[in-house]
């Protein structure tokens, strides 16, 4: 069993959320030869947008367009959904918008899906109050980048929810 299988299998295989998101991250650089099917199976089985969005970011190299709208559309959707469930959804947001997902899959995949999420997930990133804007990033390789250290962003959070 090649490497790529490996961690494809460990993906699975562990309950770790942290270690699954590290390992998506490399299988999508490495792009294994039975890709979509993993990729799309990651897609079902994750909740969180972000690994989601990863998820569709390997598929996209081996699906064609109609294939990622169908993904995307259902993207939209939940995306839509979390201001209800979660107003300030910063973190997501945040790798989101980061050069490792929706720029690179815009740049890459010119697909007007892409767009349409793009454009409403500005929409509710714009819609956030300003405290919880630009705490951090991810680099192209969905490398976690602190913009603000923790301590002053504590500090703003508590004093924005505290009057």
Same mark, same amino acid.
């Given at each position: 069993?090649?490497? @790529? $299988?490996?961690?494809?299998?460990?993906?699975?295989?562990?309950?770790?959320?942290?270690? @699954?998101?590290?390992l998506?991250?490399?299988?999508?650089?490495?792009?294994?030869? $039975?890709?979509?099917?993993?990729?799309l %199976?990651?897609?079902? %089985?994750?909740?969180?947008?972000?690994m @989601?969005?990863?998820a569709?970011?390997?598929? *996209?190299?081996?699906?064609?367009?109609?294939e990622? *709208?169908i993904?995307?559309? #259902?993207?939209?959707?939940?995306?839509?959904?979390?201001?209800?469930?979660t107003?300030?959804?910063?973190?997501?947001?945040?790798?989101? @918008?980061?050069?490792?997902?929706?720029?690179?899959?815009?740049? #890459?995949?010119?697909?007007?899906?892409?767009?349409?999420f793009?454009?409403?997930? $500005? #929409?509710?990133?714009? *819609?956030?109050?300003?405290?919880? #804007?630009?705490?951090?990033?991810?680099?192209?390789?969905?490398?976690?980048?602190?913009?603000?250290?923790? *301590?002053i962003?504590?500090?703003?959070?508590? $004093?924005?929810?505290?009057?």
């Open positions: 069993m090649d490497e @790529r $299988n490996t961690k494809m299998e460990t993906y699975f295989n562990t309950k770790d959320i942290a270690k @699954r998101n590290a998506l991250k490399q299988l999508v650089f490495d792009l294994p030869e $039975n890709g979509k099917d993993f990729f %199976k990651v897609y079902k %089985k994750e909740r969180y947008l972000d @989601r969005l990863t569709i970011r390997g598929y *996209a190299a081996f699906a064609s367009e109609e990622v *709208a993904l995307m559309s #259902k993207m939209l959707e939940i995306l839509k959904k979390r201001p209800d469930s107003p300030s959804n910063y973190h997501e947001y945040e790798i989101l @918008r980061s050069s490792f997902l929706i720029p690179y899959l815009l740049e #890459k995949y010119p697909y007007d899906c892409f767009e349409k793009n454009e409403q997930l $500005n #929409k509710q990133y714009d *819609a956030m109050p300003e405290v919880f #804007k630009g705490i951090f990033t991810c680099d192209d390789n969905g490398e976690h980048i602190q913009l603000i250290p923790p *301590a962003v504590r500090k703003k959070i508590e $004093n924005f929810l505290h009057g």
